[in-house]
Nanobody, 125 residues
Framework: QVQLVESGGGLVQAGDSLRLSCAAS????????MGWFRQAPGKEREFVAA????????TYADSIKGRFTISRDNAKNTVYLQMNSLKPEDTAVYYC??????????????????WGQGTQVTVSS
């Protein structure tokens, strides 16, 4: 039902900022909780940030807390991940995910039904 397309990845220097966008299809976006996950080479996919259906609640992984901000614009069917003070360890493919029951924030990837194809973020030192 939902298709997700990430954009905004690229190559940046440590300390730089980058904003990722995830555009969602369908008319149910405003009822979905949204999450960002990432996967680096040789590592498992890990949780980054999530936001509930209304945007009133958010949660973040400890590794990025204070540096990244997740937000959404339900009128545009888009969720964002603003990444500041990027570090080389942030290098990964970043994935956008949607959870149909959006009232609760879930940090496990198994809690999300729809996934985008990912966008590469590379941070050089």
């Amino acid at each position: 039902q939902v298709q997700l397309v990430e954009s905004g990845g690229g190559l940046v220097q440590a300390g730089d900022s980058l904003r990722l966008s995830c555009a969602a299809s369908g008319r149910s976006f405003s009822s979905n909780a949204m999450g960002w996950f990432r996967q680096a080479p040789g590592k498992e996919r890990e949780f980054v940030a999530a936001i509930n259906f209304s945007g009133a609640s958010t949660t973040y992984a400890d590794s990025i807390k204070g540096r990244f901000t997740i937000s959404r614009d339900n009128a545009k069917n888009t969720v964002y991940l603003q990444m500041n003070s990027l570090k080389p360890e942030d290098t990964a493919v970043y994935y956008c995910a949607a959870r149909r029951l959006g009232g609760l924030i879930v940090t496990s990837q198994s809690g999300y039904t729809y996934w985008g194809q990912g966008t590469q973020v590379t941070v050089s030192s």
